[in-house]
C-alpha cells in the first residue's frame, strides 16, 4: 500500500512539473478589421483609413503561442487560406520580452524563417513548410523560456512591393498593437491617420529579415 500511494505521489509530481512547464497565451482578433495605407498628393505622407471590403487571406482570427521546456510554437489564423507565393503578401508574428528584444517569425515568397532582435540577435532558424491551409505555425527553442512573452500578429499585402508610395492593406492582431490604434474596442481605433515610429521601425525589421531570407535561399 505504501509503496502504491509513494508511486500515485511520484506520478502526480510529474505531471503537476509537466503542466508548470507549459505556457499557453493566446489572443483573439476581430475579423473585417483591415487597415488601407495610401499615399496622399495633397499631405504628401502615408494615410490611412479602415478598410470596407474582404481581405481573408490577410485578416487574422487568432496568434497563440505555448512553451512546453524550451521549446516554443508560435500560431496564427486568418480567415481565408494564407497566400504568399510572391513578396507582396507577407505574415509575421512577434514573440516579443521587453521593449526591443523578441524573435520575428516571418513568411514571404514561398520562404518562412524566425531572427531573433534585441538580447535574442544572431538567432536565425529557416523553416519548413509553416503554412497550411489558412495556419501560420513556427516552432523553434527559446533562451528563455520563463520569460513573461507577448505574442503579436500582423499581416500586409501590399500592391506594388518596393514602391514606399504604393498602396497597402494591413491586419495586426491584437488591433491594440497597431499604430493607428486610439483605444476602446479591438477593431483599431478610427484616427485614419498616419504610421508612426512603431510602423517604420517594424517595416525596417521586415526588411532586413526579407533580405536575410533571400539570402538564406
Do not use: C
Request: glycine share 12%; net charge negative; charged share 15%.
Amino acid at each position: 500500500m505504501k509503496l502504491r500511494k509513494s508511486s500515485i505521489l511520484i506520478i502526480g509530481g510529474m505531471v503537476a512539473l509537466i503542466l508548470m512547464s507549459v505556457n499557453v497565451v493566446a489572443v483573439n482578433d476581430d475579423t473585417g478589421d483591415i487597415w488601407h495605407q495610401t499615399w496622399s498628393e495633397s499631405e504628401n505622407k502615408m494615410v490611412w483609413g479602415a478598410f470596407t471590403d474582404d481581405k481573408d487571406n490577410i485578416d487574422i482570427t487568432d496568434i497563440s503561442y505555448t512553451i512546453s521546456g524550451i521549446q516554443a510554437t508560435v500560431t496564427m489564423t486568418t480567415v481565408g487560406a494564407m497566400s504568399a507565393v510572391g513578396d507582396d503578401v507577407v505574415y509575421t508574428m512577434h514573440l516579443k520580452y521587453g521593449d526591443s528584444s523578441y524573435y520575428m517569425i516571418v513568411y514571404t515568397d514561398n520562404r518562412g524563417s524566425v531572427m531573433g532582435l534585441g538580447d535574442y540577435a544572431g538567432f536565425m532558424e529557416p523553416l519548413d513548410n509553416p503554412i497550411s491551409g489558412n495556419t501560420f505555425t513556427a516552432t523553434f527553442e527559446v533562451s528563455d523560456p520563463n520569460a513573461n512573452y507577448q505574442v503579436i500578429g500582423f499581416n500586409v499585402e501590399y500592391n506594388e512591393p518596393g514602391n514606399d508610395q504604393g498602396e497597402a492593406w494591413w491586419d495586426y492582431a491584437p488591433g491594440s498593437a497597431a499604430p493607428w490604434y486610439t483605444g476602446g474596442d479591438d477593431n483599431g481605433g478610427n484616427n485614419g491617420g498616419t504610421p508612426g515610429f512603431e510602423t517604420l521601425a517594424t517595416i525596417a525589421a521586415l526588411g532586413v529579415a526579407l533580405i536575410i531570407l533571400r539570402r538564406k535561399n
